[in-house]
């Protein structure tokens, strides 16, 4: 009943929104913050309640669309809400004008809690396509730009092909079911042959896939995230791209039962070059959103490990391992929505007050924005997983169920699962380089453009849900125990073992206080007592300063500038000079092009001027999708003529179609 009031609430905003008078716009986002907080209390407990029908109706005879409550679908009901009532707040200072985007807006997360709370595969294409739609038309409504339509051109295109090969999966498991509701294909194919199963895990897989933008199929998504609103960009990032994952959870682990051990081997390898490639190409970005968007293919490359291990250790039978791995994966879901949805909504604010994304005309934003530079500081400690907030809680997990691989009985799977733990320990590493220059670039120094030197804060709903995103991030580093006990009441392999193997902690005051504890080969760690070991030593600290410190007279000076009369922006460390060195050590992933121009007043020992110009190849872009491009379009012309325009080749063309035909059916 809570579920249903806050739909009805974010309905009625939707509605509001799209009849009211602009100037109170801002009021119907209002009304929909309210309907995420209403709707994310009834997931919550949607996971505790037993399946529960909302809504059975029927297109035609025979073809059910069915909406239900069940632990899956409420989880990720919560995930959106978390994000959405945040993002609703913050639209309300962001965009308080424009009534389309408003609307589109509404309807769009909408429909992301149709689809997650469908339960046949009709009802669930039905939002899938829905949810595409808004989001295509939230992208090119932003600019009236050539880049914004491209971007919504190639989002589209691979969209629309990725729901193909899930409108595929979905008919081969009705041709050997019968049934088009989950719950029926899961009973149907439980008996059915392994390479049935196979060919249906690989078309969800990949179609699914394409949404959660896995490396190759990930090219739409730097495109679209910058050209969308930046509070659309939150979502998209935060939780749409999930819709990805919560598929491949519903196809792959709830309905195929996820028990194959190659399955597993085919999404661990994919989370690995999801991670590391993802967040090379972070830390080559300069465009401050195109960033954020590599960084979601790193996390969610950081979500597949979890789960290949996951279905790794359930082919083994060691479903305490499984249910461990997946409930850091499912964890993980959550913390990248939350801090992906602050970071975000920091750029955003960033953009609205300089207006540019290219961070090297950004600079000394922390003078100027302080409570915005303040919030994207905890967001990128949070996604750099530092304790104690909630990136290192769920990247903990993933790193541990990846090394306790070792107990695993096959040597493949035990190097596979190594091997994906040395790429987390890349990943974790990288990425706190790419936000120390996400962060530093931006808010530090000195303002490298008049366009920084003008910044303003921002008003007081966007620092407010961005002050609600950085709380959260915080709480649930602190507190993982209650999200990871609402975890294993999820029907899915070893997660009802979580909370029975006891391991995750936090479940009494004892480890409450407990920082550290290792046993049996698992260790765990204890963010809030960390924080209280921090806290005490920092009060002790300050004591002991206050009794025995006396505090010297202060003289202030110009700070040291190297012998130069004055220190301007021009001599600040840059985005491509922090990237450098690691531009270099990769340089055979990256595929570097320099272009140097040089301007001698004397050549060759006067120089004039020097302009330095470096970027990567894009590796994907050049060597995969141009040749195929480029393919295609030599198959079509080639087709081309076959329309002669000639009426009795036509009829030849039928005559033979009918022949055919015939042929097949005798």
């Known amino acids: 009943m809570i579920f249903i009031s806050g739909l009805c609430l974010f309905a009625l905003a939707t509605g509001l929104a799209a009849v009211a008078p602009e100037r109170s716009l801002r009021y119907t986002y209002l009304l929909m913050f309210v309907g995420a907080v209403f709707a994310g209390a009834g997931s919550v407990l949607a996971v505790y309640a037993p399946p529960t029908a909302i809504c059975v109706s029927s297109i035609i005879e025979y073809i059910p669309v069915s909406f239900a409550a069940g632990p899956l679908s409420g989880f990720f009901g919560l995930v959106l809400s978390a994000i959405a009532a945040p993002v609703s707040l913050y639209s309300a200072g962001y965009c308080p004008q424009g009534r389309t985007k408003a609307v589109l807006y509404g309807l769009f997360v909408l429909s992301l809690y149709a689809l997650f709370y469908s339960a046949d595969a009709v009802s669930f294409i039905i939002a899938w396509e829905a949810m595409s739609i808004f989001s295509y038309f939230l992208v090119i409504s ?40 989950f719950d029926g294909m899961r009973v149907g194919l439980a008996g059915s042959p392994e390479w049935i199963r196979s060919v249906i895990f690989c078309l969800s897989f990949l179609g699914f896939g394409m949404k959660a933008a896995i490396i190759p199929l990930h090219l739409w998504l730097p495109r679209a995230h910058p050209a969308a609103p930046s509070n659309v960009s939150a979502l998209m ?28 081997m085919v999404i661990l390898v994919t989370g690995i070059i999801c991670s590391v490639l993802g967040v090379l190409y972070v830390l080559m970005e300069h465009d401050i959103k195109r960033l954020l968007a590599y960084s979601s293919v790193e996390n969610i490359g950081i979500i597949l490990l979890g789960m290949g291990a996951s279905a790794l250790f359930a082919s083994a039978g060691m479903r305490a391992l499984a249910g461990l791995a997946l409930a850091a994966a499912m964890f993980h879901v959550l913390n990248h929505a939350m801090f992906k949805g602050l970071l975000f909504m920091g750029a955003g604010a960033v953009h609205k007050a300089t207006h540019t994304r290219n961070m090297e005309e950004m600079g000394g934003l922390l003078k100027r924005m302080p409570y915005t530079g303040l919030f994207f500081l905890i967001g990128c400690v949070s996604i750099s997983a530092l304790p104690p907030f909630n990136g290192f809680s769920s990247e903990w997990l ?79 580093g602190l507190f993982p125990s209650g ?16 909370s029975k193997a006891g391991v995750y902690p936090g479940m009494a005051t004892r480890a409450l206080l407990s920082p550290v504890n290792v046993a049996g080969g698992f260790a765990q760690i204890q963010p809030a007592g960390i924080l209280a070991f921090m806290l005490a030593g920092l009060a002790a600290l300050l004591v002991f300063l206050k009794i025995f410190w006396r505090r010297p007279k202060t003289v202030y000076r110009d700070s040291w500038d190297c012998g130069m009369q004055a220190l301007t922006p021009r001599m600040q460390y840059t985005a491509t000079a922090f990237s450098k060195p690691v531009r270099v050590v ?17 050549k060759p020992f006067f120089v004039s001027s ?17 040749p195929a491009l480029k393919a295609f379009d030599k198959l079509a012309m080639s087709a081309k003529r076959l329309q002669s325009g000639s009426l009795q080749l036509y009829l030849g063309y039928m005559l033979l179609t009918l022949l055919a035909m015939l042929v097949l059916w005798a």
């Open 483 to 498: 999200v990871l006990g609402l975890i294993s009441k999820i029907p899915l392999s070893g997660l009802d073992q979580v």
């Open 586 to 602: 990769f340089k055979n992933i990256y595929m570097p092009k320099k272009e140097v121009s040089t301007v001698y007043a004397l």
């Open 398 to 476: 993933t790193f541990q169920s990846l090394i306790l691989g070792s107990q695993t009985p096959r040597i493949y799977m035990e190097l596979a699962t190594l091997l994906g733990g040395a790429a987390l320990a890349l990943t974790g590493g990288l990425a706190a380089a790419s936000f120390i220059k996400a962060f530093g670039i931006p808010f530090l120094g000195q303002p490298r453009s008049a366009k920084a030197e003008n910044a303003d804060e921002s008003n007081r709903p966007m620092i407010l849900a961005m002050g609600i995103a950085a709380a959260a991030c915080l709480a649930l």
């Open 237 to 264: 990032s935060g939780i749409m791209v999930k819709a990805g994952i919560y598929g491949m959870l519903l196809m792959g682990f709830y309905v195929l039962g996820a028990n194959v051990a190659w399955w597993g």
């Open 142 to 181: 932003h600019t009236e730009d050539q880049e914004s339509g491209r971007a919504g051109l190639v989002y589209s295109v691979m969209t629309h092909a990725g729901t193909a090969l899930i409108l595929a999966a979905f008919f081969a498991a009705y041709a050997v079911t019968g049934r088009f509701d």
């Open 610 to 626: 020097m302009a330095y110009k470096s970027q990567i190849r894009p590796f994907f872009e050049e060597f995969l999708y141009r």
